[in-house]
């Protein structure tokens, strides 16, 4: 078995094992809000391999925070956002930002999106939508100036047909605040 298939085939025993556990129904297996590390952390050497299992971590993120363990939802996205520099880290910065965003730690989020938009400028299609949600953390916090900046700087940038849209008609939304 080739490296590749060997790390693929681990991911696929590992979320056979999180499912066998039914980890997403039955809170006996969360404790205070975190799961078991041995179920989710693998060594520094299967790190940058380990793709699937991280994209895997995103998604059961999402999930959770839908079930409210909100907790449990932002470890899963820390734990991708400090092991990898990739579009799977960028996508744990935007479920995690979202979470927050949904929770109304909007200070939390525009912070992740800073970071996110100064670290991973190397990743435009995932990175320019992250823009409007720092725009609606800003309209939420009643920030309409930086709410505007943030609007602007994205019709800067974007090449986004559909993105252009969007921010044109939440500027045109702020304009009449």
């Known amino acids: 078995m080739c490296i590749r298939d060997r ?3 681990n991911s696929v025993l590992e979320l056979k094992k999180i499912f066998d556990m039914n980890i997403l129904n039955d809170t006996s297996t969360i404790d205070s809000g975190r799961i078991d590390d041995d179920l989710f952390l ?3 050497e299967d790190a940058n391999l380990d793709y ?3 994209r895997s971590r995103n ?3 999402r999930i959770l925070s839908k079930q409210n363990k909100i907790d449990t939802a932002l470890t899963l996205t820390r734990i991708v956002i400090s092991r990898r520099l990739d579009d799977a880290a960028v996508e744990a910065y935007i479920v995690n930002s979202e979470i927050l965003f949904l929770n109304r730690d909007y200070i939390t ?4 999106l800073k970071r996110l938009q100064r670290e991973f ?3 435009p299609d995932s990175v320019e939508p992250s823009y409007l949600l720092m725009g609606s953390c ?5 920030e309409i100036i930086s709410a505007r900046e943030v609007y602007n700087k994205l019709l800067l940038i974007t090449k986004n047909d559909k993105l252009k849209i969007e ?4 500027l045109k939304k702020l304009k009449k605040k």
Not at 138 to 142: A, F, H, I, S, V
Not at 167 to 170: D, E, F, G, S, Y
């Open 7 to 9: 790390f693929h085939f």
């Open 42 to 44: 693998t060594n520094k």
């Open 109 to 112: 989020a525009i912070t992740q």
């Open 52 to 54: 699937y299992t991280d």
């Open 59 to 61: 998604a059961i993120a």
């Open 138 to 142: 800003y309209e939420k916090l009643g």
């Open 121 to 123: 400028i190397g990743y």
């Open 167 to 170: 921010t044109n008609l939440r």
